[in-house]
């Protein structure tokens, strides 16, 4: 079984950046399709993006053209990389493969 654990959440000022990292633990991880999702206050879980075992891409309208969703397999490690934050963008951040579990998640504030 692998374990996802998202780190590199914070407070940012709207227009900043970050990056947010989902390390895992266990075999197999670069065959894995990895979703980032987000859930803000009294608001549904949503997919952010997700990237597949070959690289391939997709985002959410609401991320596209601020949002990279990159991963290293050799660090069995997913990235989101956030640039031009808005307040909107404030929730706790999960990734997530099919049949995973949910972690703790990572935090991210962008205050106006």
């Known amino acids: 079984q692998v374990q996802l654990v998202e780190s590199g959440g914070g407070l940012v000022q709207a227009g900043g950046s970050l990056r947010l990292s989902c390390a895992a633990s266990?075999?197999?991880?670069?065959?894995?399709?990895i979703f980032w999702y987000r859930q803000a206050p009294g608001k549904q879980r949503e997919s952010v993006a997700h990237i597949t075992p070959g690289g391939s891409t997709a985002y959410a309208d609401s991320v596209k053209g601020r949002f990279t969703i990159s991963r290293d397999n050799a660090k069995n490690t997913v990235y989101l990389k956030m640039n031009s934050l808005k307040p909107e963008d404030t929730a706790v951040y999960y990734c997530?493969?099919?049949?995973?579990?949910w972690g703790q998640g990572t935090q991210v504030t962008v205050s106006a």
């Open positions: 266990g075999s197999i991880f670069s065959t894995k399709l």
């Open positions: 997530l493969y099919p049949g995973g579990s």
